[in-house]
C-alpha cells in the first residue's frame, strides 16, 4: 500500500468511525469523550473515591472541598468513551454544589444530563455515581475535612 492509498484507507475508517458515533451517541456525550472536562488529579485533594466496575473497568474520583462547597474536582479512568463523558459530566455537575447536593446526584440525572446512552453503556453511568459515593463516603471519614 502506497502512501496515498493508505490515506484514502485512514479517511475512509475516520469517516466510517464518526458516523457509528453520530448514530449511537448524543452530542452531549461525543463533546464530553473528545473534550474530557476535569480529567486528571488534583494535589492535594480533599477525598478520593475509586471504583472497579463489574465489566472491569476503573474511574477515580478526587474533589477539594472548602466550606461545605466543591469547589475542585477531577477524574480518571481506563474506560471507553462512555464513561469518559460520565466522568466529565459528573465532575462539571457537582462543581460549586454543597456534599448535600452532589450526594442526590442519580444514575438517571446524569443519563438526562448527557442525553442518553445506548442501553449497552447505561452502566457506565452507574460507575461514576458509585466512584463519586465512594469520594463522599471518604470525606466523611476525615473529621473536619469539608470545612
Do not use: W
Not at 24 to 43: A, R
Not at 52 to 57: E, I, L, N, S
Not at 70 to 80: G, H, M, N
Amino acid at each position: 500500500m502506497n502512501e496515498k492509498e493508505f490515506e484514502r484507507f485512514y479517511q475512509h475508517l475516520v469517516e466510517k468511525i464518526t458516523k457509528e458515533e453520530t448514530e449511537q451517541y448524543s452530542p452531549n456525550v461525543l463533546d464530553e469523550y473528545h473534550h474530557p472536562k476535569n480529567f486528571g488529579t488534583i494535589h492535594h485533594p480533599t477525598a478520593t473515591g475509586t471504583v472497579k466496575g463489574p465489566c472491569g473497568d476503573t474511574m477515580s474520583i478526587q474533589i477539594s472541598v472548602k466550606e461545605n462547597i466543591i469547589c475542585q474536582e477531577a477524574f480518571f479512568t481506563d474506560c471507553c468513551g462512555a464513561s469518559i463523558a460520565c466522568g466529565s459530566m459528573l465532575t462539571q455537575l457537582i462543581h460549586n454544589q454543597t456534599i448535600a447536593h452532589a450526594q442526590q446526584i442519580t444514575s438517571k440525572n446524569l443519563l438526562l444530563s448527557l442525553g442518553g446512552l445506548p442501553k449497552e453503556h447505561i452502566h457506565c453511568t452507574k460507575l461514576a455515581i458509585s466512584t463519586l459515593h465512594r469520594c463522599l463516603e471518604h470525606l466523611k471519614e476525615k473529621p473536619g475535612s469539608h470545612k
